[in-house]
Structures are given as C-alpha cells and as structure tokens.
C-alpha cells in the first residue's frame, strides 16, 4: 500500500497494511540537518521562506523512513499574520510586539486577507509536493484558537497561562471576540492549505488540558467545532490533539474530527472505550522513551500497537507530544523502525521508505 493511500485510510478508519508512523515535531532541533541550516538563518525566516520550509519539511522522510511530512511551520504564524509581532527569542521561546489585554488591543488586530500575508506557507506545500516521493503525504496544521490564544494573550508561558482564564472570566467580550477571530482565520488557513495540496490537517489544541470540563465546553469547544465542522464540509481529514485532554475526552468525541490524538498519559484501551470505534485514533508514546534504549523502544512500541484493538483498521502510530531536542536520532529512527516490525524480541533497524 502506498503511503498516502495508507495514511489517507487510517484517518478515516478504514483498513490498511500497517498502521502508519509518524511524529511530532518530526522536523527540528534534533537532527543535525536542521541545526546546519539554523546556524545560518534565524527561525521565523526559515518559516517565511519557501524554499527552506520545504527542505526542512521533507528532512525526516529520507532520514527516518516516516510514513507522512508534516509542514515546516509554527501555530503562531496566524498571529503574525495578524499584526502581532511575532519574534522567536532565544531561551525565552515566542514573543510578540503587544499581547491582547483589552478591546483596545483586540482591535490593533488586523483579520483582513490573513491567507494572503501567510502565502508563503502555501508556497513552501507546493515545493514539497512537487518534492516528496510520488503518492506521499504531506500534513498540515494549526494551533486551535484557545491555544493560540493563550500566546496571544499571556506573555508568560511558563505561568500554565493563569492570566489567559482570568482574562477569560473577567474580560468574556475581549475573550470571545478574540476566539471569533481566530476561528474565521483558522478555518480559511486550513481549507487553504487543503487547497494547496495538504492530504490532511492537525489541529493542535495544547493548552486545552488545562481547563476543567465545565470551561473547556465554554471557552474552548466551540470553536474548534467550529473549525472541524467546515473541516467535514471541506472534505479534508483531519486529526484533533490535546495535550493532557484525557478528561476532555467525553468532550472531544462529539467533535467532527477524523482521528483523536492523545499524549502518553492515558492508555489507548480506555481511548478505543470512549470513541467506540467512531474515531480513528492517534498516538501515543511518550517521547522520553526515545531517551532511553533500542531495546526499550522497541518493547514500548510493541506493547502500544498490541493495545490497540486491531492496529490495521483506524490507528496512527505517534508519540504523545513533540520529539525532544536532545533526543538521539538512532533512537527515533528505532522508533520509526519497531512501528512498521512490532514484535517484542526484536532489535530495532532502519528500513527506509
């Protein structure tokens, strides 16, 4: 089966030869590659040029064998795009020229033709597909509102974004007008990337663990339906992430949503309870095992896959987040490796696509 068609039929729960593999953050700090490149150009250039995201993009499918490239990019670029300011600073992640504290700075934001100022997003799709092995996916995304949100509104990240909820609780027009916008936009980016060749689409909601249930169906919920809504009506699969989202997850099935991606704190047996075989299902090692051994890695995987009620009909092999920075590449290529051969004995390999 060929890689698209294979990762095309997981999303929408449909039978395959083997489940497909592929990561988070799959492209970035850890590999050499990358820090080459990054020694010469600075982050948010290298997203804003065509030519590097592409390069960038297609990295790990040569050197690890994934099944599906995931765009290059970053969920903060919308709010670039909407005149935000949006720089990478070193040691201290991303930071923005003002942050959206009340209606005032709400209306600084410019959501007037925001595709446009992200073309060059759309341009790096198009070089990758005309770049990437034939019948090859390639992956899109967006941050969720609530999540870019949080961005967009804290600049204290590490704080677990207590002033985004005060903001939320205190200041609800700010808020909800905030997360109108970002729904449009997003809905627009993501159909558009669709456009532009995408074979499916993540939406990243992070930060959405961090509300209780009650808040989550106020302040977040809507609007990703929203976003997966016109997602069904666009024809694109498309794959729903929260991070810590397991008691959300009542929640997240109700969303029209493809595939539910989890992270590594909830087992895939309680997840295939919840969706009832209505989802495909993404996920979910924990990515500190790429930190350890071949040995162990490939038993994890093994065990995972053999968790999954039947691994060829719905199920996407990933981690629960974003690959470490100092994670060693043989260990991700082993993982990439015990996903398409899981068996328990066995010593992980390299087979390239």
Known sequence: MK??????????????????????RQAGRYLPEYRKIKEQHATKKMMQTPELASEITLQPVSILGVDAAILYSDILMVADAMGM?????????????????????????????????????????????????QDYPLLGFAGAPFTVACYMISANSRANFSDVKTLAWTKPRVFHGLMDLLTGVTIDYLVSQADAGVAAVQLFDTWAGLLSPRDYQELAKPYSKKIFDALRSSGIPSIHFIRGGQALMSDMTTLASDVIAVDWRVDLKTIYQFTKGAYAVQGNLDPDILLTTPTLIQQRVTEMIASVPNPKKGYIVNLGHGVGQNTPVENVRCFVDAAKNPQPNRKCGFISI
């Open 3 to 24: 890689p698209k068609e294979r990762f095309i039929n997981a999303c929408l729960n449909k039978e395959v030869d083997r489940p497909p593999v592929w990561m988070m």
């Open 85 to 133: 300011g949006l720089d990478f600073a070193v040691g201290e992640g991303p930071v923005f020229d003002f942050y959206i504290k009340d209606a005032a700075a709400l209306d600084r934001l410019n959501t007037q033709h925001v595709t446009s100022r992200l073309s060059y997003v759309f341009k790096a799709i198009s070089l990758c597909a005309q770049r990437l092995p």
